[in-house]
């Protein structure tokens, strides 16, 4: 059984820098990509990050690019987000969610093709 377990979040001010973690286990990941959509109260959950796990290509919202990366560390199962420069804006639960058997970046940008979702970690950012 897939859990994705996201760590991380907090209180920051803007211009503050966090990294989050999802620490992912229950598969062997190397044919998954991952996601990191977040979901602001009263908006719809929106993507922010996605990589192919195998490859480590990473694919970003226009909206966080240049302020966030993202990326995996293969021995720990965990996938990062990295996110700089941050704004009041990027105020939102933030969610991990894996994609069995997906390798084309462009198709990370949506929830339809991920399998499993982590609970989500709140990020508030003070202006």
């Known amino acids: 059984q897939v859990q994705l377990v996201e760590s991380g979040g907090g209180l920051v001010q803007a211009g503050d820098s966090l990294r989050l973690s999802c620490a992912a286990s229950?598969?062997?990941?190397?044919?998954?990509?991952m996601g990191w959509f977040r979901q602001a109260p009263g908006k719809e959950r929106e993507f922010v990050a996605g990589?192919?796990?195998?490859?480590?290509?990473?694919t970003y919202a226009d909206s966080v690019k240049g302020r966030v990366i993202i990326s995996r560390d293969n021995a720990k199962n965990t996938v990062y987000l990295q996110m700089n420069s941050l704004k009041p804006e990027d105020t939102a639960v933030y969610y991990c969610?894996?994609?069995?058997?997906?390798?084309?970046?462009?198709?990370?940008?949506?929830?339809?093709?991920?399998?499993?979702w982590g609970q989500g970690t709140q990020v508030t950012v003070s202006s």
């Open positions: 229950g598969r062997t990941f190397s044919d998954y990509a």
């Open positions: 990589i192919i796990w195998k490859s480590g290509i990473g």
């Open positions: 969610a894996a994609a069995a058997g997906v390798r084309l970046s462009r198709l990370l940008t949506t929830p339809s093709p991920y399998d499993y």
